[in-house]
């Protein structure tokens, strides 16, 4: 799948409206404001936010293992970056619980418009 198609189909199962999403992200890859990354079914959006720190979005039409299969990739990816942490607000606790158990480091966050922190 493309990555409009992957961000498209994450929106609409969550029943979120994706065009607002999709015109967001437009500009800030177009801006150099974020990276796109993708694995199989799977985009990460990467936007830095601060040195050395970035914030993350995470869209999905994998299968459990598909999406762990990406994680992997995206987190090998993140720990080559130079980053030293990544933020998100993902409100779905079995990506956290994933994260976990692929040995990354989730704390809660020490800023108050996420709700978790990854140390890379």
Do not use: C
């Amino acid at each position: 799948m493309k990555p409009t198609e992957i961000i498209t189909a994450d929106a609409k199962r969550n029943g979120v409206n994706p065009a607002p999403i999709l015109n967001k992200l437009g500009r800030l890859l177009n801006n150099k404001e974020a990276i796109m990354l993708q694995s199989g079914n799977s985009v990460l959006i990467v936007q830095k936010i601060g040195k050395g720190i970035a914030e993350l979005h995470l869209y999905t039409t994998d299968n459990q293992m598909g999406l762990v299969r990406a994680l992997r990739e995206f987190i090998k990816k993140i720990r080559s970056s130079g980053l030293d942490a990544v933020y998100g607000k993902a409100d779905n606790p079995q990506i956290i619980q994933m994260l976990k158990a692929l040995d990354v480091e989730v704390i809660d966050s020490d800023l108050p418009e996420y709700n978790w922190k990854a140390l890379v």
